[in-house]
């Protein structure tokens, strides 16, 4: 299932909050205060949800709403009021619009033929299907021997110098220190671990410090740290929570930037693509750094340095942290985001190209689990955005504006 929004197209609006706006209607409806498209909304959504494992299938703010306050609630006022609200899926569509004023265009997608309107759209999307990203990544030892991460992999990769290297059957690899007096301080190895398009990876560090690797990211780093600091250098993209040790200060360099921290949880956005590095602070304080500039964060805000040695760092406490670390808990989270940046996405994830040429001026909202297959996420992108998508050759897409 996607739950979808789309409030915004190509103007620029205030920031979004999809269970907020969820929270007010059924607020609304419990207090008796709803409008009749708000009831019938409300009905078809719990309707819904009743007939799935919504565990599953709703997105993690909406599912802790829903069990923490509302949903008994809407249980007994729509079982009181069923015979008066009750209205199938189909009219529900073609009132939504006029919840736009309230939580936008609100789709929500039950199996492949509710995504599409006739059976050529049906043909047409089932011809896009690309299956997600998955656990996968490639690990480069020390002495140059390259192993592949994935499902098979086996489970004890290389135990030497007194480390163990293992991988989980949940797509983590872990490093622990057996003995710390059987390797040699003096020459430090290290590793390198890269994630493909198409690919993500967990890893514990031989301090304990925990990375999350998104798809064409990559990480290197000594298979135990020794001296006076913890030192990794970072491409792409990874979710940190970092170990602490104020002995050990923790080092994350990325470009020209240098991030500091004794012990936090931050996300770095730093694609070799990309004109600039993006810093999230979500718990702690780090301390980012380059040639000319340094700045301090403190949690909630997110500093954007350009990629020169002495570029300016740009402080801003105006940032949703769920956005930024959507990615990790398995969602494509799209907060007035443009076309190009969540096609971006779309192509690291499920490794196609995109012939970025001639995009129209489209701008997006809405949260969809990167579980969902290529053809799922195109759908709904056509749905709200008047464009259409061509695929060939499984691996190449095309944007076309429809007239």
Same mark, same amino acid.
């Given at each position: ?10 103007? $620029? ?7 907020? @706006?969820?929270?007010? &209607?059924? $607020? +609304? ?6 409008? *009749?498209?708000?009831?019938?909304? %409300? @009905? ?25 306050? /509302? ?5 007994? =006022?729509? *079982?009181?009021? #069923? ?28 199996d492949q033929k509710m %995504?599409?309107?006739?059976?050529t759209t049906k043909a ?32 004890n990769i290389s135990n030497?110098?007194? %480390? ?15 003995? +710390? ?48 600091? +913890? ?14 040790? #104020? ?19 931050? /996300? &770095? ?10 810093? !999230? ?10 040639? #000319? ?9 997110? *500093? %954007? ?17 769920? @956005?930024?670390?959507?990615? =990790? ?11 190009? @940046?969540?096609? &971006? ?7 196609? $190209? ?7 001026? =489209? +701008? ?18 056509? =749905? !709200? ?6 695929? !060939? ?8 504006? $429809?007239?």
């Open positions: 299932m996607l739950f979808w929004y789309s409030i915004r197209k190509a103007r $620029k609006m205030s920031a979004f909050k999809p269970e907020k @706006d969820l929270n007010d &209607i059924v $607020k +609304r409806y419990l207090s008796g205060k709803a409008s *009749a498209e708000e009831i019938s909304f %409300i @009905d078809e959504y719990y309707n819904f949800l009743g007939k799935r494992d919504i565990s599953e299938q709703v997105p993690n703010e909406e599912l802790q709403f829903l069990e923490d306050q /509302n949903f008994k609630a809407i249980q007994n =006022k729509i *079982a009181a009021d #069923k015979k008066s609200t009750l209205i199938s899926f189909y009219k529900y569509i073609s009132i939504a619009a006029a919840l736009i004023l309230v939580c936008g265009s609100i789709f929500f997608l039950r %995504i599409s309107g006739s059976s047409k999307v089932e011809n896009l299907d690309v299956l997600p990203g998955s656990d996968k990544a490639i690990l480069t030892l020390a002495n140059g021997k390259k192993v592949v991460l994935d499902a098979n992999t086996a489970i030497t110098n007194g %480390i163990s290297i293992s991988k989980t059957e949940d797509g983590k690899l872990v490093y622990t220190v057996l003995n +710390r007096e059987s390797f040699d301080k003096s020459s430090v190895s290290f590793n390198t671990i890269e994630t493909p398009n198409g690919g993500q990876y967990q890893v514990v560090l031989p301090d304990g410090t925990k990375v999350w690797l998104n798809a064409a990211s990559s990480l290197r780093y000594p298979e135990v740290f020794v001296g006076n600091e +913890r030192s990794v250098q970072l491409t792409g993209e990874a979710y940190f929570e970092v170990a602490k040790n #104020k002995m050990k200060p923790f080092h994350v360099k990325s470009k020209n930037q240098d991030v500091e921290v004794l012990g936090t949880h931050f /996300n &770095i956005n730093s694609y070799m693509d990309d004109k600039t590095i993006k810093t !999230t602070l979500l718990e702690g304080s780090i301390k980012i750094s380059n040639q #000319k500039f340094n700045k301090i964060l403190t949690p909630g805000e997110q *500093a %954007i340095a350009g990629i020169a040695e002495n570029a300016f760092i740009h402080v801003s406490n105006d940032v949703d942290l769920d @956005d930024q670390v959507a990615w =990790k808990n398995g969602l494509f989270r799209f907060n007035d985001s443009e076309l190009r @940046d969540v096609l &971006i996405q779309l192509e690291r994830w499920y490794d196609v $190209k995109i012939d970025y040429s001639s995009l129209p001026n =489209k +701008r997006y909202n809405g949260m969809v689990p990167r579980k969902s297959k290529l053809s799922q996420v195109l759908a709904m992108l056509e =749905k !709200t955005g008047n464009i259409k998508f061509q695929l !060939t050759d499984g691996k190449r897409l095309k944007v076309i504006s $429809k007239t």
